[in-house]
């Protein structure tokens, strides 16, 4: 194997690459991030690992959400706010449903970066290069916007330092404590036919901590917190090499953008850049897998990624669809048996079922998502295998991005408030019913170790 270095990876062929027009200012923003503060720690990258082995040892179970693609313009106290809610009051029905610890992972501070199936755009005649994101370009269908531009590398990391910085704000700050999770409710949601059933819970849960702590004659300092991991896909490597680095006492390089970054399906190749660079740093790793992915291509992922079967190294997230589940997933859980090594499977069950309407809208339906993941639990659990984790993309907001569920729009009504630059996410609603649904299964077999 030839040696690794954070910028070996550009002796590879490099899918999704961005074609920087000026390269030495490219080359100066890189310099000027390196130099900057890192956005993560290596012992908060270390904690996750360990939770994410305890995890896949069925002591846990992942929840990783958040947006398709991030916005700048996003970067705002409310919005935040409002995704950290969603994720505390999902995790708080997985946790009460299956009585094990939640692992919470955002797809928040860095998800700016979007892979496109084609390098251009054609509108009325007109080609410029596809919108990849803030961190890359700007949406609107002109030449300046669409003509990539390194210092958007520097501002996609300060608007990340900025969220990270009010994401702990508010997990220390008492906005995560578990005395009052009544106060994780979103305004709009009052009448969902989910919230009286939350609110449920919630009593429940404050009930519980009252009984223990005048049992004990103590107040729980831990549950007054929660910890809150960031997650984003490692597409721009020129981004995160230049927050690669190597810590005091501790062994080997890590990226320290984020805590769980991960490789999509386009950019998953063995013999790749992505991969090539993902294989020397010290973070968890997660791999996007569908039907594409060959027995042999994921074993050499499983060598390149995994050699040494690390605890807590790699999540395998496999996107199928609805209709591919049952046929396709049983091949890849045998091909990691075979292997000898130890993954956390956990299911997205968003990507493989988008579909675009007749008006020309990118939607996903609500009853497909639940029915791919009801079939990934069914799968595993007739294997011996051990699902142990969701990956969706959801919003705190009110909009109307994904078909169906219990309070969600219907087909006519996606134009109401469609935000999404990219792909489509579930609503405040669609999220919590997710989550009381996949709560419900895994109580009803007992624990995620069970509902395997």
């Not at 100066?28 to 360990?50: C, D, M, N």
């Not at 995890?55 to 950290?84: H, M």
């Not at 997660?286 to 050499?300: I, S, T, Y």
């Not at 994904?402 to 609503?427: F, M, W």
């Amino acid at each position: 194997m030839p040696p690794w270095t954070p910028d070996s990876w550009k002796t590879k062929d490099a899918s999704q690459a961005v074609a920087y027009p000026d390269p030495e200012a490219l080359a100066r923003v890189q310099a000027e991030i390196s130099r900057l503060p890192p956005l993560v720690t290596s012992w908060e990258v270390e904690g996750l690992k360990q939770q994410l082995a305890q995890a896949a040892r069925g002591e846990g179970f992942l929840l990783q959400g958040g947006d398709c693609a991030e916005s700048f313009d996003d970067c705002a106290p409310d919005s935040i706010a409002t995704k950290f809610k969603i994720l505390l009051q999902m995790s708080l029905l997985l946790v009460h449903g299956t009585r094990t610890p939640v692992v919470r992972v955002g797809r928040i501070a860095g998800q700016y970066a979007k892979p496109r199936s084609s390098a251009t755009e054609e509108r009325d005649g007109r080609v410029l290069p596809s919108y990849r994101g803030d961190l890359v370009n700007c949406s609107p269908f002109t030449p300046e916007d669409r003509t990539p531009d390194p210092t958007l590398l520097l501002r996609g990391y300060e608007r990340a330092s900025l969220t990270l910085n009010f994401v702990r704000a508010l997990a220390d700050g008492g906005f995560a404590d578990l005395h009052h999770p009544e106060n994780w409710d979103v305004s709009f949601a009052k009448d969902s036919p989910l919230h009286e059933e939350y609110r449920r819970i919630a009593q429940a849960i404050k009930d519980s901590i009252s009984f223990m702590e005048a049992v004990t004659r103590t107040r729980s300092q831990l549950l007054q917190r929660v910890d809150l991991y960031t997650s984003h896909e490692a597409l721009s490597l020129e981004y995160e090499q230049a927050q690669t680095r190597q810590v005091p006492r501790r062994e080997g390089w890590y990226d320290l953008t984020t805590h769980l970054p991960w490789i999509g399906m386009r950019t998953a190749q063995p013999d790749g850049a992505h991969v090539e660079y993902c294989r020397g740093i010290r973070n968890p790793i997660g791999v996007k897998v569908g039907p594409a992915m060959g027995d042999e291509q994921l074993l050499r992922l499983l060598d390149l990624l995994h050699p040494d079967d690390e605890p807590g190294r790699l999540v395998l997230i496999h996107r199928l669809g609805a209709d591919r589940v049952q046929d396709e997933l049983p091949r890849l859980v045998e091909t990691v048996r075979r292997s000898g090594k130890t993954v956390l499977w956990c299911a997205d069950p968003m990507h493989g079922n988008t579909e675009t309407t007749a008006a020309g809208i990118k939607t996903r339906r609500f009853d497909r998502i639940l029915t791919e993941l009801q079939a990934a639990f069914e799968v595993h659990d007739a294997l011996g295998s051990r699902l142990a984790g969701v990956h969706i993309e959801l919003t705190g907001d009110n909009v109307t991005e994904c078909i169906g569920g219990a309070a969600g729009p219907t087909e006519q009504e996606l134009h109401l408030d469609y935000r999404s630059k990219v792909d489509p996410r579930l609503n405040y609603h669609q999220a919590l019913e997710m989550a009381l649904l996949i709560a419900r299964h895994l109580r009803r077999d007992g624990s995620p170790q069970r509902a395997r």
